[in-house]
Structure formats: structure tokens, C-alpha cells
């Protein structure tokens, strides 16, 4: 079993940016894929970004160009660098793992975080 807890999330205004954290633990392994989901009230649970071992990035075209996900192997551990924050870009953020190749679809994961709260302000 994989345990991911986030952390990071808060109330920004718009324009702002925010760091999310995703702590690893348990049977990880630096081969699987991580993956960065958002979920706001009343809607699904869409992919937000990807990242391979290698480094390698996927990004929701909705974000390309402001978020930027990274991880560190040796710590277990991955990133979300947002920047030029949307009120749209609200909802509860969750951090995902999953064996194989990258895919946006959140059925192809195997282990979740909790969520942590991401607020955007006007």
C-alpha cells in the first residue's frame, strides 16, 4: 500500500500563487506515475497534471503555462508550483499514484491523498 497525504492549500487571491506538497509513504516506488487532480463543488474530479520518474510533465491545457509539477525521488515527494491563480482554479486538490504509463482519467489511479482545499479569491 501507498499512503499520500497534501498539504499546502489555503485562500489566495487571484493573480497569487500557491505550493502543494505530496508527501509519499508505504510501498512507494520512484517508478510510478504521480498525478495532481482537482475537484470543485459539484463537478468531477479532472486531471490537472502528471509526472513521470524521468521528470517528464503532462498538463491539463486549463493550467499549462501556470502550474508546475515536480517531485524528488529520494524524498518521496511531489510538487505543484500554481501560479497566476484563477477564481476558477478553486476546488480541493488531490494527489494521486498509480503503476504503468501517465493517464488523465482518475479511474487509472491506484492511491489517493485526502485533498487539500485550494481557495481563489476575485
Known amino acids: 500500500q501507498v499512503q499520500l497525504v497534501e498539504s499546502g492549500g489555503g485562500l489566495v487571491q487571484a493573480g497569487g500563487s500557491l505550493s502543494l506538497f505530496c508527501a509519499a509513504s508505504?510501498?512507494?516506488?520512484?517508478?510510478?506515475?504521480m498525478g495532481w487532480f482537482r475537484q470543485a463543488p459539484g463537478k468531477e474530479r479532472d486531471f490537472v497534471g502528471a509526472?513521470?520518474?524521468?521528470?517528464?510533465?503532462n498538463y491539463a491545457d486549463s493550467v499549462k503555462g501556470r502550474f508546475t509539477i515536480s517531485r524528488d525521488n529520494a524524498k518521496n515527494t511531489m510538487y505543484l508550483q500554481m501560479n497566476s491563480l484563477k477564481p476558477e482554479d478553486t476546488a480541493v486538490y488531490y494527489c494521486?499514484?498509480?503503476?504503468?504509463?501517465?493517464?488523465?482519467?482518475?479511474?487509472?489511479?491506484?492511491?489517493w491523498g485526502q485533498g487539500t482545499q485550494v481557495t481563489v479569491t476575485s
Open positions: 494521486a499514484a498509480k503503476r504503468g504509463v501517465v493517464t488523465t482519467s482518475q479511474f487509472g489511479y491506484d492511491y
Open positions: 508505504g510501498r512507494t516506488s520512484s517508478a510510478y506515475v
Open positions: 509526472i513521470i520518474w524521468t521528470g517528464v510533465t
